[in-house]
DNA sequence: GTCTATATTAAGATAGAC
DNA sequence: GTCTATCTTAATATAGAC
């Protein structure tokens, strides 16, 4: 790390032990140390633990909504009929889209949501729902008229487990890379896992 | 609670709060009132924290193991050639016997297990392997030999993701059953639940 | 086996000098 | 903005009386 402020030396060193450790098994001395700045700092750049948290999200967030919104855009604005294949295929580039934005930064955000959504006793949920949650009904709806055959709870589960499928995978991603490379001999990088990803999911979601 | 002894008044408040809040975000000041028992108790029966989480596992595992050994036997005993749907049908009775044997025991132990993978920094996946290792390799071998057409590393990721997709709608089930309610008027149990999640789960381990 | 009291450690947060 | 020093709280764990 370079000629970093402060702010960001924290929130670099934050997102990486927040996505590896979860929230509440990462001290602000962990993260101050890691960072390389005086453990006072957090406090004064971000007030509390809680603020830092939602600041690490909100990095992504701010970076991913806006690309998530165009290109569900685009997709509707175009006259012929989609389909399902199509409306997954907006999420692609929005998230790999991060790994340019911040080193490893696909897993990373993928990582955090899940830990959100898993971790939080409702301060999290709160903040993503309340500052980003037009982009979820927006992607709800398309996934609706991609699917008329079904029903509107069933869609809602359906997202919900495949939400569970991509945090999981990419929660545990370390485990299960270092297992693929000592039991295959493979090399498994966040890429592949999305390609492989992809078609469970796409089997899944339009499952009869 | 009547006149259980202070053992399992720990182990029952303690795994019911460990599924719902996760292991660190759960303290023993927390588990021993709720228990109504005195705090010392633990650290006498357990030993420590980490003993106990083992021991909450544990119980649930000396009676899922065996039943699921047997389930995987009777498949394997059975000289007709067997299919993927069949594999996967041996891990739900004794999934669902869980909760003859503890109230929501399928929901707690799926959490449990859920929250093991994700949260913990190497020893419950150590004991899990160690005590436990043969018959996830003995169910590994059976969906192999189902899906014959799949490469082993293939069998490998889809079965984490499996893994997964079961893992986290556990672990967010609260939540999920709650918004399923207030939006659809739902009411969701935990078989809806696993009924709702096989055909998602069979469309992905064998997508194409 | 159980309880009180306490040791010990680590966490989040802040006051106040620079 | 940064740093040292410190406050406060809460956690795990244990010693020792009963």
Redesign the pocket.
């Known amino acids: 790390m370079q000629k970093l402020?402060?702010k960001t030396k924290i929130l670099n060193a934050a997102e990486q032990l927040f996505a590896e450790r979860g929230f509440s098994d990462t001290?602000?001395?962990?993260i101050t140390s890691q960072a390389e700045?005086?453990?006072?700092?957090v406090?004064?750049?971000f007030g509390?633990?809680?603020e830092l948290i939602q600041a690490v999200l909100a990095r992504y967030l701010e970076v991913f909504v806006p690309h998530l919104q165009q290109t569900l855009k685009m997709l509707n604005d175009s006259d012929e009929r989609f389909d399902q294949h199509q409306v997954f295929s907006c999420l692609i580039d929005p998230l790999l889209q991060l790994n340019a934005f911040r080193h490893r930064g696909t897993s990373i955000f993928l990582q955090l949501l899940g830990r959100g959504y898993i971790e939080s006793q409702g301060h999290l949920r709160w903040f993503i729902t309340t500052h980003y949650g037009e982009v979820m009904i927006a992607f709800n709806s398309a996934v609706r008229e991609a699917n008329p055959h079904l029903s509107k709870d069933e869609i809602f589960w359906r997202l919900h487990f495949t939400l569970g499928t991509v945090v999981f995978t990419m929660a545990s991603s370390k485990a299960l890379t270092d297992i693929a490379k000592s039991d295959f001999n493979q090399e498994v990088d966040i890429e592949d896992l999305i390609r492989r990803l992809i078609p469970f999911i796409a089997a899944g979601v339009s499952a009869p």
């Open positions: 402020d402060t001290s602000l001395r962990l700045v005086n453990l006072a700092s406090n004064y750049h509390s633990k809680k």
